[in-house]
């Protein structure tokens, strides 16, 4: 067993399908999820730094600071359940997250990170949220799915003009050309 399959193993959750069904890069998955961990960590020291702006006078950032904390608590709960062991549905809301699409993660965490940087523009709340919005970035990307193949470069050689050129001829390299002058790009029948 190679030093990367027995991280992998470490890292995967009980009950996990240790085959993966999907087309998402592995690392790619480690990042979404690593990234959710440390950046709700971060959102919820963060948010807990902005409450204290309620001492001062400023609602709007204590507001927001509320926010940043709850969408960091259920970002860990959802990425990292063995933060929360000790609350009892953590383990049931995460197994109802991964069965869902990625899209529907991406969308949630987007739209969760958005309000308390519209309600107080301080830099703890830009940070903290950002970090929660990047890890949506991470799932909408893999919601899109693996790379398509290159194109057969025996079918056929897009031309400048965006028609395809007969086979065995190349096209023209001029770009000023039009599809009357040249005859390899067009050819009446």
């Known amino acids: 067993m190679s030093f990367g399959q027995k991280i992998a193993s470490i890292m995967e959750r009980p009950g996990e399908d240790p085959v993966s069904k999907e087309d998402v890069p ?48 259920l970002v860990v709960t959802i990425e990292a359940p063995c933060c929360c062991m000790f609350i009892d549905f953590v383990q049931n809301l995460s197994d109802w997250v991964e069965r869902r699409p990625y899209w529907n993660r991406a969308a949630g965490y987007c739209l969760m990170a958005l309000p308390p940087i519209f309600i107080c523009h301080d830099i703890s709340i830009i940070f903290g949220n950002g970090l929660i919005f990047a890890t949506g970035i991470i799932y909408g990307l893999m919601s899109l799915g693996k790379k398509g193949s290159l194109p057969d470069p025996s079918a056929g050689v897009a031309s400048p003009t965006g028609m395809a050129s007969p086979q065995g001829t190349a096209p023209s390299t001029d770009h000023h050309t039009t599809l009357m002058e040249d005859p390899d790009v067009w050819r009446p029948t």
Not at 36 to 64: E, M, P
């Open 26 to 73: 592995w690392w790619m998955k480690y990042a979404g999820r690593g990234l959710g961990t440390v950046g709700s960590l971060l959102a919820i020291f963060l948010g807990a730094w902005n409450c204290v702006g309620i001492i001062l006078g400023n609602v709007s950032c204590f507001i927001s600071g509320m926010w940043q904390m709850v969408a960091g608590f």
